[in-house]
C-alpha cells in the first residue's frame, strides 16, 4: 500500500476571509497578490488573523510579515499592524472547503479519507500504472489542489499515519524527507520526527518532553507496560500504525449522490472570461464526482447569482454547456467552459458561482489496443464538432440527415450537429430494444417477411419485402423546384431534354396538406449532363428539382 497525505495548514484562515472590496480584485491573481502586498507593508492594507478573545491563533502570511505571531495578545497584534482584522473559526465551513478538495482527489482513486488536522488521506497503491508512477501522480495531485488556491503540503508513504506525520513535518520543517516507499526507510525517517507531531502530545502537554522524549524513536524506547499506564493503550496502537505494525483500517469519503457546488468568489466579475479561474474549481470537483460515481456527463449548467447592487436585472443568470458525446475528463470540460464564457456577456457583475449537472450518463472507458479502432476515430470527430459549434455557435454547426418521407424536399434535413447526435444517442437503447422485437417476430414468423434457412447453420436469413429503387437520386436538390419551358413534347433547361428512365411516381403529404402528385425521371441534355425533372401530374408542368454531379 502507499498513501498520499494532503494537509491544509492555514483551512481554517482561508475558510473565513471574506471576499475583496470591491475594485481589489484582478484578473491576474498574481499581479493581486504583488499589490496587495505592496499595500501591506506601506501599512494601508488590511490583513487577517484568526483569534479568541484573548489571544492570536492563526495570522495570515501578511500579518505573519509585520510582526503577528501564534499565541501573541490581541492589542499587542493590533499594536502591530492597525488594519489588522480579527476573524472567528467556522468549522462548518471549513469542512465544506476540505469536502470540497476531497471531492476533486476522488479523480486519482477511490480510497480518500479525512483525517486530523485538516489532512486528506489518499491510498493510491492500485492508482500508481494508471497515472504514470509516483511523480506523475503527485504533479496531477499538486495541479489540481493548485486550482483552489489553498496553502498545501504534501507527502506519501506506505502507512496513513505514516504519511500524515511526514505531512505534518513538512508542514513544521522539522523532517528532511517527506517522500517514503519502502517500509524499512519509514521506520528510519519517522524515528528522527520530534515527539511533538503525536496527535496526543497536545493533550498531554509537556508530558514526553519531561521524561526525556525528543523524537519518535525515544518514544518507542520506552517499556510498554509504562505508556500504556501513563498515557493509555491508544498511543501504543497509534504507534504500530503508523509504523506499519498493526491494521489501519479507514472509512473512505463518499461523493454525494447528486452533484451540486457553489463558489463564493474573492472580488465581483463584471467580465464572464475571468469566471474561468473560479469555475475551474467547481469542473474539478466534477471530475472527481463522476469518477466516484463510474460515470460520465453530457453537460452542465453553470448558474450566475449576480450582486443586488444591479436593479436592471435579474439575481440569476445561467449558461449551459452541453456536448455529444459522454466525458468526464477534467481538461475537455474546462476547455468547452473557456469556449463558451469567451462568447458570454453577463449582464450584472457575479458574486457567486453554482455548478449543477444532471445530465449523467455511463462511462465507457476506453481499452489500449494495438492498431485504432473505429471508436477512436468516432471520438475525434466528435471533439472536432464540439469545437466547432462552441466557436462558430451550435446553431452554425448542421448535420444532413435522412427522415421517412418520399417526397425529396422533406426526406432530408439539415438539423444543428449536436442536437442529431445528441439525439442519436439517446437513441441508441430503443434502436437494441426494436431489434430485439424483431429476432422475436421474425422467430414467431413474421407475416411481411421471408424466412430462407442456411444450409448447415440454425439461423435464418430474413429478407424483407422492399422494392428497389427503379433510378438514382441526386445529392443535389435545388432549394425550390424551377419551372422548365416546353419545345414540342420536350421539357428544356439550355437545352432539349431526353428522358432516361421510367417514370417513377411520388403520392405522398396528403397528411400534411402538403400533397405532391409527381412523375420523376432522370433526363440528359446532348452535352451529357444529368438532371432530375419531374412532372407535375394535375397541371403537366415540368419542374427541374436537382443535379447529378
Known amino acids: 500500500m502507499l498513501w498520499i497525505a494532503v494537509t491544509l495548514p492555514i483551512l481554517s484562515l482561508e475558510a473565513v476571509t471574506p471576499p475583496l472590496p470591491e475594485g481589489a480584485g484582478t484578473s491576474e491573481p498574481g499581479q493581486g497578490r504583488a499589490a496587495s502586498g505592496s499595500r501591506l507593508e506601506a501599512g494601508a492594507a488590511r490583513c487577517y488573523a484568526l483569534a479568541d478573545r484573548l489571544r492570536i491563533l492563526l495570522p495570515d502570511r501578511h500579518a505573519h510579515r509585520i510582526g503577528v505571531r501564534v499565541g501573541q495578545a490581541r492589542s499587542s497584534a493590533l499594536a502591530l499592524a492597525p488594519g489588522l482584522v480579527m476573524l472567528a473559526p467556522d468549522p462548518a465551513r471549513e469542512q465544506q472547503a476540505l469536502e470540497a478538495v476531497a471531492l476533486a482527489l476522488l479523480a486519482y482513486t477511490p480510497k480518500v479519507s479525512l483525517a486530523h488536522a485538516h489532512t486528506l488521506l489518499l491510498e493510491v497503491g492500485s492508482s500508481l500504472r494508471l497515472f504514470g508512477g509516483l511523480r506523475a501522480l503527485l504533479r496531477k495531485v499538486a495541479a489540481t489542489l493548485g486550482e483552489f488556491g489553498h496553502v498545501m503540503r504534501i507527502a506519501c508513504a506506505p502507512t496513513a499515519w505514516g504519511a500524515w506525520l511526514l505531512a505534518q513535518a513538512r508542514t513544521r520543517r522539522a523532517g528532511r524527507r517527506w517522500r517514503v516507499v519502502g517500509v524499512t526507510t519509514l521506520a528510519r525517517v519517522l524515528d528522527a520526527l520530534p515527539v511533538s507531531l503525536v496527535p496526543a502530545a497536545a493533550a498531554h502537554g509537556a508530558a514526553f518532553e519531561r521524561i526525556g522524549c525528543a523524537t519518535l524513536a525515544d518514544l518507542r524506547r520506552l517499556p510498554r507496560a509504562g505508556m500504556a499506564r501513563r498515557f493509555g493503550d491508544d498511543i501504543l496502537y497509534w504507534l504500530a500504525q503508523a509504523y506499519g505494525e498493526a491494521p489501519d483500517p479507514r472509512e473512505s469519503f463518499r461523493a454525494p449522490a447528486v452533484f451540486e457546488a457553489r463558489l463564493e468568489l474573492q472580488a465581483r466579475v463584471d467580465n464572464a472570461e475571468a469566471l474561468l479561474f473560479a469555475a475551474r474549481r467547481l469542473v474539478m470537483q466534477l471530475a472527481g464526482w463522476l469518477a466516484a460515481h463510474h460515470a460520465a456527463t453530457l453537460g452542465y449548467t453553470l448558474i450566475f447569482e449576480h450582486d443586488l447592487a444591479a436593479r436592471h436585472t435579474g439575481r440569476i443568470s445561467s449558461l449551459e454547456v452541453a456536448w455529444a458525446a459522454p466525458s468526464r475528463d477534467a481538461e475537455h470540460l474546462c476547455w468547452l467552459l473557456r469556449e463558451k464564457l469567451q462568447q458570454t456577456v453577463l449582464a450584472a457583475p457575479v458574486v457567486e ?48 440527415s435522412a427522415h421517412d418521407d418520399p417526397r425529396p424536399e422533406k426526406a432530408m434535413r439539415a438539423e444543428p450537429c449536436q442536437r442529431e447526435r445528441t439525439r442519436a444517442g439517446e437513441g441508441a437503447s430503443r434502436a437494441r430494444s426494436r431489434r430485439v422485437k424483431t429476432e422475436l417476430a421474425v422467430r414467431a414468423g413474421h407475416p411481411g417477411a421471408e424466412v430462407l434457412p442456411l444450409a448447415g447453420q440454425a439461423d435464418m436469413l430474413v429478407l424483407p419485402e422492399r422494392a428497389v429503387p427503379a433510378q438514382p437520386r441526386p445529392i443535389w436538390l435545388l432549394e425550390a423546384p424551377l419551372a422548365l419551358t416546353m419545345q414540342g413534347q420536350r421539357p428544356v433547361f439550355k437545352r432539349p431534354l431526353t428522358m432516361l428512365t421510367r417514370t417513377e411516381r411520388i403520392e405522398a403529404g396528403w397528411w400534411d396538406a402538403q400533397g405532391v402528385e409527381r412523375d420523376y425521371f432522370v433526363a440528359a441534355d446532348e452535352s451529357g449532363h444529368m438532371f432530375w425533372v419531374f412532372r407535375e401530374r394535375r397541371t403537366g408542368q415540368w419542374f427541374l428539382h436537382g443535379l447529378f454531379g
Open 353 to 400: 458561482l453554482r455548478l449543477v449537472a444532471d445530465r449523467i450518463g455511463e462511462h465507457a472507458a476506453q481499452s489500449d489496443t494495438l492498431f485504432p479502432m473505429p471508436e477512436a476515430q468516432r471520438d475525434s470527430l466528435d471533439r472536432l464538432l464540439e469545437r466547432l459549434s462552441a466557436r462558430l455557435g451550435a446553431q452554425n454547426v448542421m448535420h444532413v
